[in-house]
């Protein structure tokens, strides 16, 4: 978790991080996400919103974390919902919490 954290804070310092809902979706529209983090306890229906939408554009999503952890590591308020704009953090981060299958 440690690792994790140090990496979540500073790609949030570098500003290579879309935080919440509605940044993250316009984003993702812009073309401007490689990878999106989910909280495990995320609302069902924003869950399934945001699988159908990375489906829809390919960008690869993964389930990390509960809201409170994420917003403890970004030192905001509990967010459920990540949005990557680097390409070396997305890969990075999925290295340190072990999914490393099919990653570019």
């Known amino acids: 978790m440690n690792k994790v954290s140090g990496i979540l804070g500073l790609a949030h310092r570098a500003k290579k991080i879309l935080v919440g809902e509605t940044e993250v979706t316009?984003?993702?529209?812009?073309?401007?996400?490689?990878?999106?983090?989910?909280?495990?306890?995320?609302a069902a229906g924003q869950k399934r919103k945001f699988e159908n939408l990375v489906k829809?554009?390919?960008i690869l999503?993964?389930?990390?974390?509960?809201?409170?952890e994420i917003g403890i590591i970004l030192n905001r308020r509990p967010t459920g919902i990540l949005g990557f704009q680097d390409t070396g953090f997305w890969q990075k981060f999925l290295h340190e919490i072990g999914y490393d299958q099919g990653v570019n």
């Open 26 to 42: 316009y984003g993702i529209y812009r073309g401007q996400v490689v990878g999106v983090v989910l909280a495990d306890d995320l």
């Open 56 to 58: 829809e554009y390919d």
């Open 61 to 68: 999503s993964v389930n990390w974390g509960t809201k409170e």
